[in-house]
């Protein structure tokens, strides 16, 4: 099975719409992070945000918020009001275990495109 | 702050020389990544050091490639011979291993082009 799962390999919205991007993960390991990257067509992967297995509440940065749904094993991206420089690839993945050791997945990623 | 810093940032060379890449982490980090980005293949983890140790080295494609983290500031990746199927984006990431946390930052890249 798939660790990371992103079933969206392109996606469209209108500049200053809202867009959701899907994750789902699996992994028994109780503690887990969960995290969001942009690469741009420059090829840079830039961290956008991070939500912890344990945490109560959904991580929110700026315009990303990340909708994290434990039981359903899901942790989509909202991205507000979407800019043109939103255009990107995004990437989900998952880090397993705690500690000194760690095993890092990446989903194959969603390629946004935000429309004048 | 500086970020993860990686050189070089393009490398062209020719089948069966040796290539080095470089990185220095974040300062204050004690966990280093190597990934490997192709279009084929995606974003593969190749090896990652915890307080300088190679902890998880199962992502490395074969005995070609070698990994060294001699110091907490400084990570060497290393491909003898190289092949053109090495060709891709390689990126180097560090981050604080803490409970709970552990994001990872990632530095600019090397693009390596075997010929």
């Known amino acids: 099975a798939q660790k990371i799962t992103q079933t969206q390999p392109g996606m469209f919205v209108q500049e200053k719409e809202a867009v959701t991007l899907d994750c789902t993960y699996d992994?028994?390991?109780?503690?887990?992070?969960l995290f969001w990257y942009k690469q741009p067509s420059s090829g840079e992967m830039i961290f956008l945000i991070y939500?912890?297995?344990?945490?109560?509440q959904n991580a929110t940065e700026g315009r990303y918020s990340l909708n994290f749904q434990k039981a359903r094993k899901s942790a989509n991206l909202v991205i507000s009001a979407s800019q043109l420089g939103d255009s990107a690839m995004y990437f989900c993945?998952?880090?397993?275990?705690?500690?000194?050791?760690?095993?890092?997945?990446f989903g194959t990623g969603t390629k946004l495109q935000v429309i004048p | 702050d500086a970020g993860v810093i990686q050189s070089p940032r393009h490398e062209v060379t020719e089948m069966g020389q040796e290539v080095t890449l470089r990185c220095k982490p974040i300062?204050?980090?004690?966990?280093l990544f190597w990934y490997r980005q192709t279009m084929m293949r995606g974003l593969e983890l190749l090896i990652y050091?915890?307080?300088?140790?190679?902890?998880?080295d199962s992502g490395m494609p074969e005995d070609r490639f070698s990994a060294k983290m001699p110091n907490a500031s400084f990570s060497t990746l290393k491909i003898q011979p190289s092949e053109p199927r090495d060709s891709a984006v390689y990126f180097c990431?560090?981050?604080?291993?803490?409970?709970?946390?552990?994001?990872?930052?990632f530095g600019p890249g090397t693009r390596l082009l075997v010929l």
């Open positions: 990431a560090s981050g604080q291993t803490v409970p709970g946390g552990g994001t990872q930052y």
């Open positions: 992994t028994s390991d109780p503690s887990y992070g």
């Open positions: 939500q912890g297995s344990y945490d109560q």
């Open positions: 993945a998952m880090r397993e275990g705690s500690g000194g050791y760690q095993k890092v997945t």
């Open positions: 300062s204050g980090h004690n966990s």
């Open positions: 050091f915890n307080n300088n140790v190679p902890i998880d």
